[in-house]
């Protein structure tokens, strides 16, 4: 089996095949003035986090993911994963990409496969909206809230990881 990280070109239906990899300075710099996140924020420069960013071939930065382990030592957390403006649904109303969310969720997916967590993520659910497809699309499951009134926490592990983790698998 070959692991292939892709999202679709809306305008054509293509998959346009994506490399993660460690994101650059220049990379997390580049996204300062247009992105909807400071990539360079002291929130990301926390060094527990290890930052990656998803490229086309062509270097176009299509997506950056934050991961770090979580506080227990059973998952991997998803601190934050961003789409490029062009394809954030809460800047762009058409977007030039679909499927950057489960590709990165995928990416930690893999991360947590690789560092000996089985395949297990968390994160937050930063809208009430994104919460519910999180649930109904990828199956995530709702985890305890630290905090009354805060993000709302989800995981993902056994079939829900894998169901999103396999889509890139051929």
């Known amino acids: ?3 292939q990280y ?5 305008a054509t ?3 346009i095949e994506i490399d993660i990899e460690l994101a650059t300075n220049e990379d997390l710099t580049s996204t300062k003035e247009k992105w909807q996140s400071d990539w360079t924020s002291e929130f990301i420069r926390d060094p527990k986090l290890e930052k990656y960013a998803a490229k086309t071939d062509a270097g176009e930065i299509v997506a950056l ?3 770090r382990e979580d506080d227990h030592g059973i998952s991997v957390f998803i601190a934050n994963i961003e789409a490029h403006p062009e394809s954030n649904p809460t800047i762009s109303t058409v977007r030039k990409y679909a499927g950057i969310g489960r ?3 995928a990416y930690g997916i893999q991360l ?3 560092s000996g967590h089985g395949g ?3 994160f937050e659910a930063k809208t009430d909206e994104l919460y519910d497809h999180y649930i109904k699309d990828f199956h995530a499951v709702p985890i305890f809230q630290p905090h009354s009134g805060g993000p709302k926490l989800l995981m993902l592990a056994d079939e829900g990881a894998q169901e999103i983790f396999s889509t890139y698998l051929s």
């Open 1 to 3: 089996m070959v692991l």
């Open 6 to 10: 892709y999202v679709v070109e809306n």
């Open 13 to 15: 239906g293509k998959q």
């Open 65 to 67: 993911g934050a991961y």
């Open 103 to 105: 590709m990165m969720i």
């Open 112 to 114: 947590s496969i690789d």
């Open 120 to 122: 297990i993520v968390t």
